[in-house]
T-cell receptor, first 114, second 113 residues
Framework: DTEVTQTPKHLVMGMTNKKSLKCEQH?????MYWYKQKAKKPPELMFV???????INESVPSRFSPECPNSSLLNLHLHALQPEDSALYLC?????????????FGPGTRLTVL | QQPVQSPQAMILREGEDAVINCSSS?????VHWYRQKHGEAPVFLMI?????EQKGHDKISASFNEKKQQSSLYLTASQLSYSGTYFC??????????????FGGGTRLMVKP
C-alpha cells in the first residue's frame, strides 16, 4: 500500500466553525507533513512530525493545530479561520530521513472559508 | 530560501524535448523533483543528492551540479501525459530549520499534439 489518504476531499466552513482534516498512511512511514497550497503556487510547509513528535512548525497561526495520534494518522484541527486560509491542504509522508527520503503526497483537502 | 525555477511556463509539441532548471543561492544537500497535474497531488519523480549526480527513468532524467547549486530536469520526446506543473524542492546543507523541503515556484508545461 503506497497511498496517503486524506478526508474530506472538500470542506466549506464559516469563520466561526471548528473542523478537522484527517490524513492516514499505512506504509510504516515515520515522518508526516502538512502543506498549504494556493492556486498556481508551490506547496508551503506548515508542520512536520517525526516519530510522532512535532519537529517543525513553520510559524503557522494558532488557528491551525496539528495532532499526530499515532504513527499512521495525522490530523489538522481548524478553528476561527479566515477567508485567506482557503487553499488546498496536502498531507505527505516519508520513511524517515526528511532530507533524503521521497515524500508521498495525499490528494489533498480543498478548503473554502466563507 | 526558495529555489528559482526557469522557465515559468512552456508549451511543447508532442515529441519535443525540454529542460527545466532549478537554482539555489545556498549550498544544497538534495534536490527533489515532482510533477503535479491540475487538481491532483504532486507525484515524486526523483531525488538527487549532494556530490553531484544524474538520474533517469524512461525519458525523464535529471542532473545536479553541486558546484553551481543547480539542477536540471530533462524531458525527452515529450508525451501528452507530461503536461502539468513541475516543482523542484531543495534541502539546504546545514539547514538549522531541520532539513525542510522548500519548493520552487514551479514550471507549467503543456504538451500539445
Amino acid at each position: 500500500d503506497t497511498e496517503v489518504t486524506q478526508t474530506p476531499k472538500h470542506l466549506v466552513m464559516g469563520m466561526t466553525n471548528k473542523k478537522s482534516l484527517k490524513c492516514e498512511q499505512h506504509m510504516g512511514h515515520r515522518a508526516m507533513y502538512w502543506y498549504k497550497q494556493k492556486a498556481k503556487k508551490p506547496p508551503e510547509l506548515m508542520f512536520v512530525y517525526s516519530y510522532e513528535k512535532l519537529s517543525i512548525n513553520e510559524s503557522v497561526p494558532s488557528r491551525f493545530s496539528p495532532e499526530c495520534p499515532n504513527s499512521s494518522l495525522l490530523n489538522l484541527h481548524l478553528h476561527a479561520l479566515q477567508p485567506e486560509d482557503s487553499a488546498l491542504y496536502l498531507c505527505a509522508s516519508s520513511p524517515g530521513q526528511i532530507n533524503t527520503d521521497t515524500q508521498y503526497f495525499g490528494p489533498g483537502t480543498r478548503l473554502t472559508v466563507l | 530560501q526558495q529555489p528559482v525555477q526557469s522557465p515559468q511556463a512552456m508549451i511543447l509539441r508532442e515529441g519535443e524535448d525540454a529542460v527545466i532548471n532549478c537554482s539555489s543561492s545556498k549550498a544544497l544537500y538534495s534536490v527533489h523533483w515532482y510533477r503535479q497535474k491540475h487538481g491532483e497531488a504532486p507525484v515524486f519523480l526523483m531525488i538527487l543528492l549532494k556530490g553531484g549526480e544524474q538520474k533517469g527513468h524512461d525519458k525523464i532524467s535529471a542532473s545536479f551540479n553541486e558546484k553551481k547549486q543547480q539542477s536540471s530536469l530533462y524531458l525527452t520526446a515529450s508525451q501528452l501525459s507530461y503536461s502539468g506543473t513541475y516543482f523542484c524542492g531543495t534541502v539546504l546543507m546545514n539547514n538549522n530549520a531541520g532539513n525542510m523541503l522548500t519548493f520552487g515556484g514551479g514550471t507549467r508545461l503543456m504538451v500539445k499534439p
